[in-house]
Structure formats: C-alpha cells, structure tokens
C-alpha cells in the first residue's frame, strides 16, 4: 500500500452554509486509498454548541439535524 496516495475525506455538518456565520456542530472522517477503498473510518463526533447557536440556524438545519438526532447529540456532546 502506498500511503502516499491516500485520501483523508472529511465530511462536516455545520448550523448552516455561510462560514465566517455558521459553526461545525459534527465531523467524521474517512481514509481511502487511491482507488476509493475505505481503509479506516473515524468517529461521527458531535461537538458542542450553545442553545442560542442552535436557535440561530435556519428552517432547514433545525428541522433535518432535529430529525436525524444531531441536535441532541451536539446538547448533550462534551466536545467542544
């Protein structure tokens, strides 16, 4: 296996889509090799944001990471 030609994919939810606004509220990362083999995956780790953050998201964020348990888990995440 030739680690240089590995790929680190990482894949962030965040409160909404403008980034000098928004925050990360869950990242989770995948290593593959150069043909696309999942050679490790890392945790889905929530991360820790205030009540007023989350009521600050839009319509979409609030009811999709509502939905999907997201926004429980950042509550109630001790990640920060």
């Known amino acids: ?5 590995n790929l680190i994919w990482i894949d962030l939810e965040m409160t909404g889509l403008l ?7 869950e990242i989770a990362t995948i290593v593959t090799d150069k043909d696309l083999n999942v050679l490790a995956e890392g945790p889905a780790l929530a991360i820790h944001q205030s009540s007023t ?4 998201m839009d319509e979409w ?7 999907s348990g997201l ?3 950042v509550k109630d995440s001790e990640i920060s």
């Open 19 to 25: 980034p000098e606004k928004d925050v990360i509220i």
């Open 71 to 73: 926004v429980q888990r």
């Open 53 to 56: 953050i989350l009521a600050g």
């Open 61 to 67: 964020n609030t009811e999709h990471h509502g939905n």
């Open 1 to 5: 296996m030739d680690k240089d030609t």
